[in-house]
């Protein structure tokens, strides 16, 4: 059972069609996707399309280059409703969302398509009055009966003609009436569309390049320079990337006993104990004036290493205050 069509291509490239059934359909760049957009810029789990009752839904999946729709990034993770004519845009793919084939019409493609024919409105013959004949030529006005009006066949528009969807540029619409039945100007502008798509593509997104949760790896060291942090390269980078997204919160607690524990959370991936002066507390010695314990259980192989969390620690501990660290292997799972 179909249950609404997706055109897709790259820009001026050949159009392809899939069709969406009932259920979900992903879509990216991993060869086990319904559909496979295959380009760096495509993640491998991009997106999701999901069908019900007849209403098609779209989800980005986190991807780093995101989705946009109808030119509106779409959040990460959230259902958007599609409607028929919804255009979407994947990297350098353009997918176009059409209900055609659920109602049992399919679209055109880039493959032999034929774009259908628009239905002309039925036309009547226009009768011209007595007073306009003596205007048409005679030998025309000559055959009709004394008295009687000249009756003008109807003419009809030609049609607009169609170019094939993969040898046009897409700017073509933007030129004057005049101009957008050119084949020559859609093919030309196609020299100016491959040179300007990179920089469009690139502006459409620039606010991505700001956020460290999506950021290109590369730009991250120098996302951590607007917040004073040099980044250890041999951490997880889902670790570089959280650190940069909390370093203006961590620097609002920096000396305080919240403040480094969610330091050492975001790199440990545990939560720290940790023990302030005061009585004895689970068993271990009392603590004298400004000396602090830091306590980790770890995995039995965790990589975590000992001088890396000393180094957060003096970063972040008050000082005027020492501090004794003991990393000790978790029992169990």
Known sequence: MDAGVLAYARRGGVVRRHALT????????ARDNQLVLDDDAVAARHLRISVEDGQAWITDLGSATGTMLNA?????????????????????????????????????????????????????????????????????AAQLPPGQGVVVAPVRAAARPVLPADS?????????????????????????????????????????????????????????????????EQWPLANRRALVRAAAELYRWRGTRRGLAAYLRIYTGVEPIIDEPGPALRGSAALPAHVFRVVLELPADSPIERHVVEAIIESEKPAHTAYLLEMRTREGP
């Open 22 to 29: 009932p259920g979900v359909t992903t879509i990216g760049s």
């Open 72 to 140: 509106r990034a779409l959040v990460p993770n959230t259902r958007n409703a599609l409607r028929d004519g919804d255009v979407l845009r994947v990297g350098p793919f353009y997918l176009r969302y059409s209900q055609a084939a659920a109602a049992g019409t399919a679209p055109p493609d880039g493959a032999g398509g034929v774009a259908p024919s628009v239905p002309s409105a039925p036309v009547t013959p226009t009768v011209m009055p007595p007073d306009i004949a003596g205007r048409v030529p005679a030998r025309i």
């Open 168 to 232: 046009v540029s897409s700017y073509l619409p933007y030129l004057p009436a005049l101009y957008q039945n050119s084949e020559f100007l859609g093919r030309f502008l196609l020299i100016f569309e491959s040179i300007l798509d990179p920089i469009e593509r690139s502006i459409d997104q620039l606010d991505r390049l700001f956020d460290p949760r999506v950021a290109p790896e590369a730009l991250l060291p120098w996302l951590a320079t607007w917040v004073d942090l040099v980044l250890n």
